[in-house]
């Protein structure tokens, strides 16, 4: 039992925690926007989706990933995301427009990338 607990815990050592900082918006032109912060992209957007969160996204209806970035580093995350929640709208769109001039929805493209991942690694661990 002992081996299982000291596996399990060099499984979760060897994998870095990730940080995610994201931007929610709606289908409106100029409409409102939400930073937020998590530790799992998907499961968030989820409980967005399914209104579990009953928070400024939830009331304004915005239900589209416009832009997100992912850290490894926590200070840095944390410094990056008070810098961005600092900023004045107008910086918001620019970091928005740089990446995603489309505004397009983000989500449908993360998640098809990250069960292609899933995939792969099931492949690689089967040739194993």
Request: hydrophobic share 30%; with cysteine.
């Amino acid at each position: 039992m002992s081996e299982n607990l000291d596996n399990s815990l060099q499984e979760n050592t060897s994998k870095p925690e990730k940080y995610w900082l994201y931007i929610l918006s709606n289908s409106k032109p100029n409409g409102p926007l939400y930073l937020g912060d998590t530790n799992c992209l998907q499961a968030r957007m989820n409980e967005h989706l399914a209104g579990l969160r009953r928070d400024y996204a939830h009331y304004h209806r915005l239900d589209r990933l416009v832009y997100f970035e992912i850290w490894t580093d926590h200070d840095k995350f944390a410094a990056r995301l008070r810098r961005v929640r600092n900023w004045p709208r107008d910086m918001r769109l620019l970091l928005i427009e740089s990446l995603n001039p489309d505004w397009d929805d983000l989500l449908p493209q993360f998640v098809e990338e990250r069960e292609n991942r899933n995939q792969q690694q099931k492949k690689q661990e089967k040739a194993a």
